[in-house]
């Protein structure tokens, strides 16, 4: 009897707090090795997950997930971080410009480097450097401007 309790206890201890037993599209969850995702939908009682790493989509059973208190990231220009954004012509394939993105409002440019200046929540400009006077806005994890020709340019990660 004593044992058998205590087998109970154990098993129910290894069970994750608050464990789903479906899937809510939307819901933030935590993954197994503690990374956080959005449930994206359910598909023969399994959870597609896109990850907010990398954004790739995985799938998983409910049972493995947990709710995640964790704060979404932010979608505003806050979401702009340094690394190398890759710039289309808006609704086509194909990179025409790469712009870096830096630390302390710094870009860079085909090796030239420039300042830009975070406006407000969605919007900056280009103070210097090669993209100079040009403005734009920042968010979910995009910069967005038009080039001194008058193409409308999105460019991400």
């Not at 479906?22 to 896109?50: D, F, H, K, N, W």
């Not at 710094?106 to 100079?132: E, I, R």
């Not at 403005?135 to 460019?155: E, I, P, T, W």
């Amino acid at each position: 009897m004593i044992r058998t309790c205590l087998a109970l206890i154990v098993a129910a201890s290894a069970a994750p707090a608050f464990a789903l037993d479906g899937c809510a599209t939307g819901q933030r969850v935590a993954l197994p090795g503690g990374a956080i995702g959005t449930i994206m939908a359910e598909v023969s009682g399994m959870c597609l997950v896109e990850q907010e790493s990398d954004r790739n989509v995985v799938m998983f059973n409910p049972s493995e997930l947990t709710l995640s208190d964790t704060a979404p990231p932010p979608m505003d220009i806050r979401s702009i971080t340094p690394g190398t954004y890759a710039c289309n012509v808006m609704g086509t394939a194909g990179t025409v410009l790469t712009v870096d993105v830096m630390e302390n409002g710094q870009y860079g440019v085909d090796g030239t480097t420039g300042a830009f200046v975070v406006d407000d929540p969605l919007s900056f400009h280009f103070d210097a450097g090669p993209l100079g006077g040009i403005y734009g806005s920042g968010q979910n994890k995009m910069l967005m401007f038009s080039d001194r020709a008058g193409q409308s340019l999105v460019c991400g990660k």
